[in-house]
């Protein structure tokens, strides 16, 4: 789950394509599960809503879910808000691992490319929430402003 100003909601995991999606994780009442174990702490989980369903998105946009959508999603991560007709659009950046296989063993063959898909959306689809970045604006390594 990516982080979020509590009150907030935050994209969290994606899947395999049969059920690629980023979720939102609801952080009122969150629970410090830092100390607990795996099995007490997922009594603790928290509800969550699907917030983009990458399949569906990616073929709607003309991808072939057969042969052009990896079947995992490996990285996630917030990218910098664009402007676009005057709109404000957060990115979210989502890349596959193709383990050094070039070409599957399906039949017939699969491509199989590192790939990066940038997702654009807005507070408003996030419901009755407002995205925080959780990153600083400044590009200065050495702390110096």
């Known amino acids: ?3 979020a100003a509590k009150g907030h909601q935050a994209p969290g995991q ?3 394509p049969a059920g690629a999606g980023a979720n939102l994780g609801d952080l009122d009442g969150a629970v410090d599960v830092s100390t607990m174990d795996g099995i ?3 009594t603790h989980a928290l509800p969550k809503t699907l917030f983009l369903d990458v399949v569906h998105a990616l073929k709607a946009n003309g991808f072939d879910a057969a042969r052009e ?3 995992r999603i490996e990285g996630i991560t917030f990218g910098p808000d664009i402007k676009k007709k005057g709109n ?3 990115t979210l950046w989502m890349s596959n691992d193709n383990d050094f296989v070039l070409i599957t ?3 017939p063959p699969v491509a199989n490319p590192n790939q990066f ?3 654009g959306f807005t507070d408003a689809d996030l419901g ?3 995205f925080v970045p959780q990153f600083q604006e400044s590009d200065d390594d050495n702390g110096d402003n």
């Open 88 to 90: 404000t659009l957060h």
């Open 117 to 119: 898909f940038v997702f």
């Open 14 to 16: 994606v899947g395999t």
């Open 105 to 107: 063993n399906d039949a």
């Open 69 to 71: 959508i990896p079947s």
């Open 1 to 3: 789950m990516l982080a």
């Open 40 to 42: 007490s702490a997922v």
């Open 128 to 130: 009755n929430s407002k």
